[in-house]
């Protein structure tokens, strides 16, 4: 009832699909955040057509509003400045006149419009260029919303040769005009679901597709986003505003914001035993084996056996304090929601989520950093970027925003 979200290119309109499934499982996540007419909150931007078409043939399942959906007759080539600026027969600026105009009247149907969730990958052309502009817009037009940018990392192998400047110039858009980014990374996505595949015994572990990656990821979004009985009123009503309290608590200084996230699902485990699966899936050493400092985090706990969660709360918290090696000057590093909602969860499972605003943002900003300068240096696959209006001041100042990220986390974490 608070948020309008924006799906932009083929990976942030595959994830919208899989996250609103979901929802519709659940029918307090629908009071919560459909709308009156029982539609989507959504906006669903692409510049071609083959994946929102898909999602419109599924619409009778899933009530996308059909004035929501904005197209354009050519892709990004996977080129951040043609998706950012467009082609002069697409210029990208009726595409973002168009959303703003969708978005406007989705404001206005908002009970109270607290901000913006935004999906989309970081190295596509759509996604990255075009997201860009489009959280540029969304920022402009309403400076007091939040953003909650939710972002796919490529590969680091053999995807795009042009997916470096791509991650560069989108990281460097989302520090500057969102108020918080939840990144995913496809690699440990696909290596998560690998191990766990080994360790259910699972004959073909190395057989996971972009479905089950969608799955995971949607599922952990969830875990943040959908009601939570902690922030639910006495009267048993949501305000959907679980987003919004997330940023609060974990990305509190406009210079730190970026977070990952680590989610399980079980059935018929313990919460310390979950804790310690939690903790193992988040990738807490940098490729140096030093320990990534962690400024914040908030846990999101799920399941019908949640009363049982208080019980075991302080060795948790201990393990919690052990795994992610908090900055000293936060005494309160761990934020606790609590839900005795089964929602969209499976029958009889439980899940913790955890989101964590942690250094390790660094090493992936230095390689997308050190990548994009060896490419820059050697002038490599520049004649596309400046092809569509994309000068040397953009690098240098994509270049200076992104070590001030690395900067700003590394003088955080020692204190
Ligand atoms: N996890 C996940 N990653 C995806 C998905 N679709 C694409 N990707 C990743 O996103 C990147 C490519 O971005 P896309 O979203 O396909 O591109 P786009 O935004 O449509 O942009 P153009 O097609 O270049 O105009 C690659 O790194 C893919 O691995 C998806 O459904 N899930
Ligand atoms: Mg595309």
Not at 77 to 95: D, I, K, L, Q
Not at 145 to 169: K, R
Not at 308 to 318: A, D, G, N, V, W
Request: charged share 20%; aromatic share 8%.
């Amino acid at each position: 009832m608070s948020t309008v979200f924006l799906h932009v290119g083929q990976c942030g309109n595959q994830l919208g699909q899989q996250f609103w499934q979901l929802v519709q499982q659940d029918e307090e996540a629908k009071r919560t955040f459909y709308r009156r007419d029982q539609k989507l909150p959504s906006l669903h931007v692409d510049t071609e057509k083959k994946v929102i078409a898909k999602l419109l043939r599924n619409s009778k399942q899933l009530p996308v509003r059909e004035e929501n959906v904005i197209l354009s007759k050519q892709g990004r080539g996977t080129n951040w400045a043609m998706g950012y600026h467009g082609t002069s027969s697409n210029p990208s600026e009726s595409m973002v006149e168009l959303t703003l105009e969708a978005m406007r009247r989705e404001v206005e149907r908002c009970e109270s419009f607290c901000g913006t969730v935004m999906m989309h990958s970081l190295s596509g052309g759509t996604g990255s260029g075009l997201g860009s502009r489009l959280c540029e817009a969304v920022r402009d037009t309403y400076p007091m919303a939040y953003i909650l940018d939710i972002a796919v990392a490529p590969h680091t192998q053999g995807e795009s040769p042009l997916q470096h400047y791509n991650n560069l110039f989108c990281l460097s858009w989302l520090q500057k005009f969102a108020d918080c980014v939840i990144l995913y990374h496809n690699d440990e996505v696909l290596h998560h679901l690998q191990g766990l595949n080994i360790t259910k015994g699972n004959r073909d572990a190395a057989n996971v597709d972009i479905k089950m990656m969608n799955k995971y990821i949607t599922d952990s979004l969830a875990g943040l986003l959908c009601p939570i009985t902690s922030n639910t009123t006495k009267s048993g009503i949501s305000c959907g505003n679980e987003a919004w309290e997330m940023l609060r608590s974990v990305a509190p200084m406009p210079s730190h914001k970026f977070l990952h996230v680590s989610h399980v699902m079980k059935r018929e485990s313990t919460w310390e035993a979950m804790t310690t699966n939690l903790t193992q899936s988040a990738v807490r050493y940098d490729p140096d084996g030093q320990h990534y400092s962690s400024l914040a985090s908030l846990v999101a706990v799920r399941g019908e056996t949640t009363s049982t969660f208080m019980t075991s709360l302080s060795t948790i918290e201990r393990k919690l304090k052990a795994a992610l090696n908090f900055a000293e000057w936060n005494p309160f590093p761990i934020d606790f929601w609590i839900g005795n909602q089964q929602g969209v969860l499976p029958k009889d499972t439980s899940s913790m989520t955890m989101c964590v605003n942690t250094s390790r943002i660094v090493s992936t900003m230095q390689r997308v950093q050190s990548r994009a300068q060896s490419m820059y240096e050697a002038k490599a696959f520049l004649h596309w970027y400046q092809r569509y209006s994309c000068d040397e001041t953009d690098f240098e100042d994509a270049f200076s925003t992104v070590n001030q990220v690395i900067r700003d986390y590394e003088s955080a974490a020692e204190g």
